[in-house]
């Protein structure tokens, strides 16, 4: 008897089919999108789609169809939010730290800002001078009005310039002195007030003004002050070039926004625990309350509004009212983001600290019943529902060479972790942690301030490498690779992401060791963490020593590097840990679908005999 | 940085037709120079007028490209179309390209002035940094063209 088994996942739809007679016949597998939210009566098209689409590959008639078996499609949407903690505002203009690609002259300058235009004048300030030079000033033009400018007197000790234009101006001084460029809102700059200007040597990053007592020195702060102060030392730190302007209200506030606290119950205790306190923390408290009832925020805070964010999506998705929705699990991870900084002058951008949530909830019930119907109807075959996705999945994956019970899987998906384990007597057991593919891709994008979500999915998926002429690349891992054809000039000298369809540059100006850093860490955090989480709560006793096989499954297992990651995470335990190969042949994808299969086909035979 | 007195400078070499702004070519130079990089300009005579504009400084640039030290070259045509070439590059294939400003558009007055961009590129090209953004490109080219003006070089 001809026999379909068909897995709707979050984002595509597998189908396996099989000629069952006593013994089974694998005929074949395929997969397509899925069409709607996993778990609606949408979902019938793709199922559909898949169906059809696999008999004509294994060239059986669908005329001879007899069962469709669908999965019990686990009704877990997650969902994902992300606050940050601390915010750096800078009151009055009095600071600019940027790395301009090229500053000219090199050392600190300390003196009283002053316009250019004022020395044009053949006026002669008292005093140590910085010259402030605005937009539409021709660097020769610059140049010669301030060599004139030291002959008649002035005390120049250093110039802030609109433009990019320091190199040119500074070899045209007769004096040497540090200057700073692409200063784009120069005409900030408060003018008469102490400042001071550092630049670095090649190759270095400025001492003075990114030390707090190195700014009290040159501004001859009190204790009181300096402590003022001393945001902006951090926020100048590692630069190549800074200017420091001393305004008499100004200071930068290092404003901690209140977080507020998550309230999580389960196993009969309600914990509170304060976001700010760090994802470790958080988790750590949960760990405490397994398994979690729900999760809730202070209202009126950042978790608050974050997990009220939450059931808003899960309230469009499912349906259902907010207050039915309830949060099984939460994935608490601390990150940073880039923001400008506010009052900065030349677009400055302070790491800012922010926790990622991502949540999991549980909804009611799903409409497969009536995607069963619709199927059987369509393709005028009987189709049911086979049995439930944690099951099938470890069942398929026992088909993959060298494994044996006791076996668990991760299922490493987009929307959420799961994980199954089947003991040597038969029993299963299955969980479903909240983060997966689609919170790392969140945290890539925030981290590297991408601002583009298709952008930060290129640099999840492929390996980074460095084009270094135009007929080679340095790949992230140290070797080079030749081209025959040039490459494009848009990619010069770019990190790039090397794409089947060739070079994508990433548009940051990070080194590549960095973007691989990033992009490492999200993976590590989402899938290490969530993988020993997940295992730990189907393992009887908690204890990871007791389990001999696990396999990867789902589209993440595809990854390049996630399974080595996990394995290696796993190593510890004494675990074979890799990548499912189904029927030895169809890689991580398909486990559930052939789990149907196989499952029907052992019921079959049960009853036969 | 006059004339080609000493051949062996590693420089970006710069030719330009003889009728090229002054401007223009002084703010190559300086994108030149505000990246750290030497810099080598002259004009080139035999041109023929007939000849298309992009098309001479395409072959102007290769041609100045395969004789600098540091395989880069600028070539500027007439009405100060800029094109930056490689060595390595086909010569249909520029690096970069920097057209005449449109002088009907509105300008944009936080736009560096026109040829400092290209001057970036080439100093780029040579020190190993991402290349400015480049602006659309529209270029007229005929192959029977570029070998007249190959020819000539």
Known sequence: MLVVGVDIGNSTTEACVAEVDGGIDYLGATLTRTTGIKGTPDNTEGAVTAVRRALAQAGRDPERLDL???NEATPV??????ETITETIITESTMIGHNPSTPGGCGIGVGTTAPIGDLADGAVPSGPVIAVVDRGWDFDRVAGVLNTAVELGTELVAAILAHDDAVLVANRLRVSVPIVDEVGAVERIPLGMPAAIEVAPQGRTIRTLSDSYGLATVFDLTPEQTKQVSPVARALTGNRSAVVVRTPSGDVTDRKIPVGELVLSGAGKTLRVDVDAGADIIMEHLARVQPLDDATGEPGTHVGGMLAQVRDTMTDVTGQSSAEIQIRDVLAIDTFVPREIRGGLAGEVALENAVALAAMVRTSGSCMQIVADRVSKALGCAARIGGVEGEMAVRGALTTPGTDKPIAVLDMGGGSTDAALLTREGECTAVHVAGAGELVTKLI?????????????????????KVESFFHVRHEDGTVQFFTEPLP??????????TPDGPVPVETRQSIDHVRRVRREAKRRVFVVNALRALRQVVPGGSLRVLDFVVLLGGSALDFEIPD???????????VCGTGNVHGTEGPRNAVASGLVDSYASLAVAVAS | MSAIEDQDRPAVLVRHAPSVPADVLRQVCAGIEEEGVLHDVAPVHTVDEEVYASVLAESLAHGAALQSRLDTGIGIDGDGGIVVHHAKLPVHHPAYAEQRPNRNASADPHAPPHGRRAGTAAARLVTGLPLPQQQAVRRGRGDELTARCSAML
């Open chain 1, 77 to 82: 949407i997650s969902g994902l939010a992300m």
């Open chain 1, 489 to 498: 000039p848009s990619v010069f000298a770019r990190v790039v992401c090397m």
């Open chain 1, 68 to 70: 469709v078996l669908l």
């Open chain 1, 565 to 575: 990651m996990v394995a290696d995470a796993l190593a510890g335990h004494g675990i």
């Open chain 1, 445 to 465: 994008d925030s981290e590297l301030a991408l601002d583009n979500r298709d952008a930060a999915e290129t640099v999840k998926r492929y390996p980074l490498a």
